[in-house]
């Protein structure tokens, strides 16, 4: 650890220390000020440019407030802490003091002072609170996370109002420096689980942290699999959620993606108006979305599989008119298909790249015109543009963006073993996911439950699977939570006895 | 963390279990108890499920007693040397399984999937995937088996009940008649199929609560046996015990029968292979799991640190062994036969003994004079069981022939090759509709049965293609112009939509390989001519237990399916100017030997009405003169051409023993010894 220098009672020497550390910082504002009523008392502020509001601000008030008393009662004042805004914080070294500086704090050195103290204010500009862009739901506050860590555990603290609800901070990155907080809720989370977090997150030194998605890739334990073994939300009712279950609540400043752990496959299929709307409607949409997850990896290598290997399995009629489309399209079934996909895959991307409105142009001109006029120019069958628009419907139709990345890349696979071997093929890849996935594991938890090992928690886990059961029903938290912190919904008799 | 500890769970391990004993059970079973217990091969089942729960019962105390790995406590029951044998007796066992069920996996997959890929590569990659499985060590397997129960379970049950359909109860009797001994032996099969559930003994150290590990023994027993009991009723009922004996693999022979509801899938074969691709991949698995994990236990690296990686990594390293063992399979027949042999006689009683004789130990521990008779028995039982008991073309550069003429068995592969040029395509018979059988060929007895071994050999012709004869076959494929689509999907048409006639009165090839075997039935192949420039059928060919003979008119015909509850509504003129119209009839076929005459005795009832009528005939009057036509017709074709239009036959077996027995060795004189009495109940609607 790099050797530090002590704040000094010399303002001189502290003025020289920073002036040395900040040199060529130009968006950093260093002013010397006198303050006490006489005006006798040198000190020394400085602060970032932007990340300060001089105009109604609390670091104002202190100054007003230092500038109104005498010499030895400012003195006095400092040393007791008794300034009136609530939360100076006092620094001993001059380290501490440039870390707070940099997180967007004023920093004020005081002559006679050997601390340095920090003086509370907005921070860095961010894009402030907004809607989530992804994640949409129909039912329910549609509130993001910002970049600021900072709003985003206020966020969380606004929905879970209890002191259980611990914030632990972490800075990782050895020149970014990025608070990372850890969230979570002391009397639910499993016991070991927080400290395996933090072992992961300091098993490796990197320069810098500019997003969640780099700590999740680096704290993986499985990095090769597809499949994320971190949860990405960035709405703060669902990590309000999963704290409630027990659960870890990992963000990164900079931000807005806040990770959630453990996580299994049936945590990314959920979404929150699951149980803001009614169990039924619930349960059907989820259904819907765990067959969409299978058809977004399957249906393109199926479709290879049944036309080129097992015709038998068509009724005649379509058989025919599958063969009838593809009369003139010079290219076999499986070049066809990546044709579309690839075009689908690009079309996607610039429709992402792009400006709002332009990206819109971009799925109409992709979807509709460039679509019809391959099948006009027989470079593909209709069948085949019917099929990887299922299969894109499927895909999108995943709540999570980085789960449904997985299917997308998976379904590339399924394509060439299908070509390759048809239904044999779609066997042996289903075979090697469900191995792979039933050896993957996000911190501790098996990434299929509770679809295996439901009775570890007396199948309450598989209340809330395939099938929502109603809330009356939701009685207890899923295995991510601690043993004997269970229960989380309970009904009381009333004066009737009902 | 849980989920890092090397334990499962009850359910875990019974799922485990069930994967274990399914795999090649539900595959070969079927026909093997078909050939030794027949129709008893039912109670069978029964029989071996209940001696495999006597012999769970028997392991019990060993299940509780053993603290530690299942080599290391044979090593402290029966002594070191005696223990590191036995050990090396489970990986020579759980090695050649291996070899052999990666042979018989890769054999099912090309029979049924890729006909014409290389077993090469088939092997290598299910032995590849195996190793992917075994990495995950048990935990990881228990996880995957655990999920892939319902992948299993959802659509063998789906296909349960879609087969049902199908089934035809009679095939199911007579029973008790194969004798003691064979039911003994079948029982013995079953029982042998059961014992892989000796393995719990391995799942010991794995497994928290050793109640949990029996109980889920037991469940896997008894789960396994229903199934084994739903599968073999259903085989038994679709193709009779006679075709089910002669089948390779009946069940997936039935997956490409059996037809879904709605009909959106035409053949749902090669999706239900996933059925035994799930089960069989499991217990190759599980073969090679174990005998990395006894080799590793035999080598003594399997405690301390780093066990369980040491025991990945072994069980990596017997792959090689397993795809030389399945390679050797694959060369050479008789060495398959040998291990075929080798695995009943001595592998699976091995398998058996091993624990019996822990079990043994444990009774007679202490005693030397006790020590020396366990090991007397023990050798007997060993000595016992050993020695004794029992590139594919595009869519478009293919065509889907729907209907295919022969006119003699040796023009069969000029018929597809001629299929072949016509159009410059690669014919693909999955769709095949109609088969055009000459009717000089039909009645030529040895060349319809050439043909019929012919086209059973082609994978590709379905099962459910409908058998059709003609005159001249040229003449009536020659109607698809004027028709306007294929004269075979015409003809499928009519025989499932248009028609009256319940479509499984129609015969198809599987009705015709299975009736080779079975020889039971009396079967209408309808004989189709051109009228009005369409096919039509104008009377019936009648295949009587497999053979010709000779044909009948549609009225006829149609008296057979009525009376069989086949047939929607029967119109029928009882005089010039009387037209009635017979349906919903329900019939109930019954054998009467009193009096020394063999009457086959059909009640029918069924609802009337009069379409047209001049005279004044009263509802009795009508009913007897329907009857008195019935009765005429039956009994003139009965004695003047020994045609049975009850199809009586078949129903012997679950209506009348003695008969039964008596025409087992001469059915040929049964026509002849027979009456028919037909007794109509009608009830007549009034307009």
Known sequence: MAKETAVTKNLAENIARMEQLFADCDDIKKKELKLGKDGDVPCYLTFIEVAVDMGNSALLELLKYLRSIPRDELLRALEENALATSDATYFMTIEEAADGLLAGESILFVEGFAKAIKIPDDGYPNMGVSEAESEKVVRGSNEGFTDSVKQNAALIRKRIRSPQVKVKQKKIGVRSKTNVFLVYMDDLIRPGLLEEIERRLDGFEIDGVLDSGVLEQLSEEKWYSPFPQFQTTERPDRAAMSILEGRVVLMSDNSPEALLLPTDYNSFIRTSDDYYNRWEIATFERLIRYMASFFAMTLPGLYLAVTNFHTQILPTTLLLSFAEARKGVPFPAVVEVLIMELSFELLREAGVRLPGAMGNTIGIVGGLIIGQAAVEANLVSPIVVIVIAFTALCSFAIPNEEFATAFRLLKFFFIGICAWLGFF???VGLMFVLIHLSQLKSFGIPYLMPFVGADLNDYEDQRDFLWRFPMRRLRKRPIYT????????RFYRNQKGE | MFAENHKISGRQTFRLLTFDLLGAGTLLLPTVLAKVAGRDGIFCIVLGVAAALVYLRLLAPLVRDMEEAFPLYLERKLGKVCGKLCAAGYVLYFVLLAGYVAYLFSDVVLKSLLREESFWLVLILVLLLAGYGVWGGIEGRARAYELLFWFLMVPLFAMFVFATDEVQTDYWAPIFTEGAGRAALGAYCVF???????????????????????????????FTGVVYAALYLILLGIFGAGALGEMEFPAITMMSTVQTYGGFLKRTDAFMFGIWFFTLYALLNGSVFYGGYCLTHLLGLGSGKDARERERRISIGVLPAVLILALVFYQSASALRWFELFLWYAGTPFLVAVPLLLRLVSIFKGSKAAKRMAAVIAFVILSGTVCGGCGTAELEDRSFPAELAVKEAQNISEAWLAAEYEDNSRPDYNHLKVLFLERALLENEAQTEELLDLLEQKNDVPRNTYVVAVEDAEQIMGLSETLGESVGTYLEKQFETVSEIDKRMYPTLGVLYQEQENRQETLFIPFVAEEEGKPKVTEYCVWKRGKNAGTVGCAEAKISFFIQNKLESYLLSVDEDTVLELSGARSRISFDGKGGRRQILAEICCSG??????????????TDAVTAYLNETAAGLLRGRGIDLTNSYRKLGGAN????FAYQSAPDTYESSVEIVCDLQIDWMKF
């Open chain 1, 425 to 427: 093929g779609m066997l």
């Open chain 1, 482 to 489: 601690r043993q004997g912190e269970r229960v989380k919904l």
């Open chain 2, 192 to 222: 042998m199929c059961l014992a892989p559930v000796s393995l719990l003994l391995f799942l010991g150290g794995y497994v928290e609560k050793r109640t949990a590990l029996l109980h889920a023994g037991c469940g896997a027993v008894v």
């Open chain 2, 609 to 622: 009405s009069v379409v047209n009528q001049n005279g004044q005939a009263s509802e009795e009057e009508l």
């Open chain 2, 657 to 660: 023993r003695d008969w039964y």
